[in-house]
């Protein structure tokens, strides 16, 4: 279907808000689509001799900014309409948290469950060789994503400095630390998406030490999003959590940190002892006050939204929430935290790898904590007092901000 393909979903909502800020039409044209995208065919020799033929993308979708900056999702389902929808949140994402990047994203469509070690590096070195010309700290650069990690980003630099001959560690961000990442990258979504919960929380009147939350997804982000909550909020109650295999809730609350070792010792939540079962769909529709949808786009449309009770949604996943449900969301009170905003604070730490690769000096896990702390506080601010200006709801006002300060940029330019 149509309106579910992820790149009409970024355009509809580049759409709407150009409408409300009353965009002139050639740059808001400009603005529906990459400015540069690419295509490649990657012949890998796998462990049994045979080669495999991969196919590959990278889409800079915005540079208007500074740079292009984007993770690489390695995904059997990956075609390049995700990865335009991706590079076109990306640009918002970084505009929206005020850093000077631009937006972008690369993909391979493969099944990295199915592949070794060595055969993951081969492609990992192909993927550079490939694309290596249109990258560069001052070009575009890529991080991890879907299926992809440190590990991998290592040969992807290793590569691209070989390819080079000289030392270039600001190409990849969220590299391993002893090569040049940086402190507090690993929780750094989940960090940034509490922050702004905490911000929101006080705006709407919700005491998050007393409130109750739940978290739809378990993977890195939503693990941390379960035991952060508690950290920086200094209280609140778990009821429930789930996985692709399903999920486990107990009113009267769950352990984060013992929920989060039974996950990574059993690879599921399902199982968790003193919890019930719990599918997905009923998880997002319990009568909790915080929710962090932490897991796929979509989960959250028009079949189900007059039925989800929370007050405040978190959103850690990317797109999660279709356009139809956030009108119902809003219509009925409830304040969404919109994915380029709630999720921003890996983007902003892979920024702050940048900045200290490019002067060789870095920093401590505290001042980096302090750093996202400031920046995510401030996003929010500017989305939330257009969302009263404008009287729009949060991802229309989170899309204002961040298309304002693009359009500028490209009009300063004298691109349109």
Same mark, same amino acid.
């Given at each position: *279907?149509? #309106?579910?393909?992820?790149?009409?979903? /970024?355009?509809?909502?580049?759409?709407?808000? $150009?409408?409300? !800020? @009353?965009?002139?039409?050639?740059?808001?044209?400009?603005?529906?689509?990459?400015?540069?995208?690419?295509?490649?065919?990657?012949?890998?020799?796998?462990?049994?001799?045979?080669?495999?033929?991969?196919?590959?993308?990278?889409?800079?979708?915005?540079?208007?900014?500074?740079?292009?900056?984007?993770?690489?999702?390695?995904?059997?389902?990956?075609?390049?309409?995700?990865?335009?929808?991706?590079?076109?949140?990306?640009?918002?994402?970084?505009?929206?948290?005020?850093?000077?990047?631009?937006?972008?994203?690369?993909?391979?469509?493969?099944?990295?469950?199915? *592949?070794? #070690?060595?055969?993951?590096?081969?492609? /990992?070195?192909?993927?550079?060789?490939?694309? $290596?010309?249109? !990258? @560069?700290?001052?070009?575009?650069?890529?991080?991890p994503d879907v299926y992809t990690n440190p590990q991998i980003m290592a040969w992807m630099m290793d590569e691209y400095e070989t390819i080079l001959g000289e030392s270039h560690p600001g190409v990849i961000t969220g590299k391993p630390i002893a090569i040049g990442?940086?402190?507090?990258?690993?929780?750094?979504?989940?960090?940034?998406?509490?922050?702004?919960?905490?911000?929101?929380?006080?705006?709407?009147?919700?005491?998050?030490?007393?409130?109750?939350?739940?978290?739809?997804?378990?993977?890195?982000?939503?693990?941390?999003?379960?035991?952060?909550?508690? #950290?920086?909020?200094?209280?609140?109650?778990?009821?429930?959590?789930?996985?692709?295999?399903?999920?486990?809730?107990?009113?009267?609350?769950?352990?984060?940190?013992?929920?989060?070792?039974?996950?990574?010792?059993?690879?599921?939540?399902?199982?968790?002892?003193?919890?019930?079962?719990?599918?997905?769909?009923?998880?997002?529709?319990?009568?909790?006050?915080?929710?962090?949808?932490?897991?796929?786009?979509?989960?959250?449309?028009?079949?189900?939204?007059?039925?989800?009770?929370?007050?405040?949604?978190?959103?850690?996943?990317?797109?999660?929430?279709?356009?139809?449900?956030?009108?119902?969301?809003?219509?009925?009170?409830?304040?969404?935290?919109?994915?380029?905003?709630?999720?921003?604070?890996?983007?902003?730490?892979?920024?702050?790898?940048?900045?200290?690769?490019?002067?060789?000096?870095?920093?401590?896990?505290?001042?980096?904590?302090?750093?996202?702390?400031?920046?995510?506080?401030?996003?929010?601010?500017?989305?939330?007092?257009?969302?009263?200006?404008?009287?729009?709801?949060?991802?229309?006002?989170?899309?204002?901000?961040?298309?304002?300060?693009?359009?500028?940029?490209?009009?300063?330019?004298?691109?349109?």
């Amino acid at each position: *279907m149509a #309106e579910m393909n992820p790149f009409k979903i /970024a355009q509809q909502q580049l759409d709407e808000s $150009a409408k409300k !800020l @009353g965009l002139d039409q050639a740059t808001h044209e400009f603005l529906r689509w990459p400015q540069r995208e690419y295509r490649f065919t990657l012949p890998v020799k796998m462990d049994n001799g045979r080669t495999r033929v991969f196919h590959a993308y990278r889409v800079q979708y915005n540079g208007a900014r500074g740079p292009t900056k984007g993770g690489l999702r390695w995904h059997p389902d990956e075609t390049i309409d995700t990865v335009r929808a991706l590079a076109a949140w990306m640009t918002w994402k970084c505009a929206v948290v005020n850093i000077p990047l631009g937006g972008g994203k690369g993909g391979v469509t493969c099944n990295p469950k199915e *592949m070794t #070690e060595t055969e993951k590096e081969r492609l /990992a070195r192909a993927y550079i060789r490939a694309v $290596a010309r249109e !990258l @560069g700290v001052h070009r575009d650069v890529p991080a991890p994503d879907v299926y992809t990690n440190p590990q991998i980003m290592a040969w992807m630099m290793d590569e691209y400095e070989t390819i080079l001959g000289e030392s270039h560690p600001g190409v990849i961000t969220g590299k391993p630390i002893a090569i040049g990442g940086s402190q507090g990258r690993g929780d750094a979504t989940a960090r940034g998406g509490v922050y702004v919960v905490r911000e929101a929380s006080q705006k709407i009147g919700l005491d998050p030490t007393k409130a109750t939350y739940a978290v739809q997804g378990f993977g890195n982000a939503g693990q941390y999003a379960a035991t952060l909550h508690n #950290e920086i909020l200094g209280g609140g109650r778990l009821v429930a959590v789930s996985d692709s295999s399903g999920g486990v809730v107990n009113k009267d609350g769950i352990d984060p940190e013992e929920i989060v070792r039974f996950k990574l010792e059993t690879g599921k939540v399902s199982g968790f002892p003193g919890t019930k079962a719990i599918t997905n769909e009923e998880l997002l529709e319990l009568d909790v006050d915080i929710l962090y949808p932490a897991a796929l786009e979509g989960v959250i449309t028009d079949a189900n939204a007059g039925n989800i009770k929370a007050k405040l949604i978190c959103e850690l996943a990317n797109g999660p929430t279709t356009p139809g449900a956030d009108e119902i969301l809003h219509g009925k009170g409830t304040l969404i935290l919109p994915d380029f905003l709630a999720n921003a604070g890996g983007v902003t730490v892979s920024y702050f790898e940048q900045v200290q690769n490019t002067y060789n000096y870095y920093w401590s896990l505290e001042h980096v904590h302090e750093q996202l702390d400031r920046r995510m506080t401030d996003a929010f601010n500017a989305v939330f007092d257009t969302r009263e200006k404008a009287k729009a709801h949060m991802r229309l006002a989170a899309y204002m901000v961040s298309v304002t300060r693009v359009a500028e940029a490209c009009k300063l330019r004298g691109w349109v």
